[in-house]
């Protein structure tokens, strides 16, 4: 280790500033992500200000965010123009066969998926006849109560989604619960603490924020993202920045 690299790790040491120096690498720059928003279920009225808050994030951040509602779009020669693909609260099935097969591709062939709220696979949600889709989260959505504050407790501060919130962090959303736990399928970054709100019925367990490696590629999901508001809280929007640059740097 060089002498400069050791002065910095020891300063980052020093200044309890480990977990933001082990998440550097996982953030990218200069790519292009598509946004996508589709929904033929429940549609939230949160879409525009999560597609306004995106693209603004991406001319803050250095890459480029193209947003669409239009599944044909969902093309192999197309989608090679992206590192990372966001769906955005989508509802329903979306995408037909062939769309989903180039979708599949992308990821498995190393591009990354960054997927917000009801972009979880689910009867209510997206791609409910889909079982790759719904294998890929390892989890399904069944049922939310109102939307209310609770405690989200962060359980990997080096994640680049992660590393910028308080180890409790109290936020105001909508809490999914799902069919399985996605934990030993999926690296959870993130929990809900059932006793700190009511209508939860996971448990003492309650993921709310994971990861996957699928294939040569990579997906982040997190259940937050219900209300407009999240959209302009600095928390959440560093959250949805780090989930999209941590699956960026996949490709």
């Known amino acids: 280790m060089s002498r ?3 002065l910095v790790v020891m300063v980052a040491v020093a200044l309890d500033l480990t977990p933001l120096l082990l998440a550097q690498p996982s953030a990218a720059e200069g790519f292009n992500a598509l946004v996508f928003s ?10 525009p200000a999560g597609v306004a808050a995106i693209k603004k ?15 044909e779009v969902f093309t192999a020669t197309n989608l090679a123009k992206y590192k990372v693909i966001v769906f955005l609260s989508t509802s329903g099935d979306i995408l037909n066969e062939d769309q989903q097969a180039a979708f599949r591709h992308f ?10 709220h009801a972009a979880v696979a689910g009867t209510e949600a997206t791609e409910p006849s889909w079982p790759w889709y719904s294998g890929m989260f390892a989890a399904g ?18 994640n680049a989604s992660t590393v910028h919130l308080p180890e409790q962090w109290r936020h105001v959303d909508e809490w999914y619960n799902f069919t399985v736990n996605p934990r030993g399928k999926a690296h959870v970054l993130a929990t809900v603490d059932e006793r700190t709100y009511f209508g939860g019925s996971m448990g003492q367990d309650h993921p709310v924020a994971w990861t996957r490696d699928i294939g040569k590629g990579r997906m982040w999901y997190t259940a937050l993202g219900h209300t407009a508001a999240c ?3 600095p928390l959440f929007l560093q ?3 780090g989930g999209i640059q941590f699956v960026a740097a996949q490709r």
């Open 57 to 71: 994030l991406g001319a803050e951040n250095h890459f480029q965010v193209d947003a669409t509602e239009d599944s």
């Open 4 to 6: 400069k690299l050791l």
């Open 141 to 158: 959505y069944i049922s939310h109560p109102p939307v209310m504050p609770a405690t989200v407790v962060v359980e990997d501060r080096t």
């Open 231 to 233: 959209f302009s809280d």
């Open 107 to 116: 990821i498995e062939s190393g591009g990354g998926f960054a997927a917000i």
């Open 38 to 47: 589709k929904t033929k279920l429940y549609r939230h009225d949160s879409i």
């Open 239 to 241: 959250h949805i920045l």
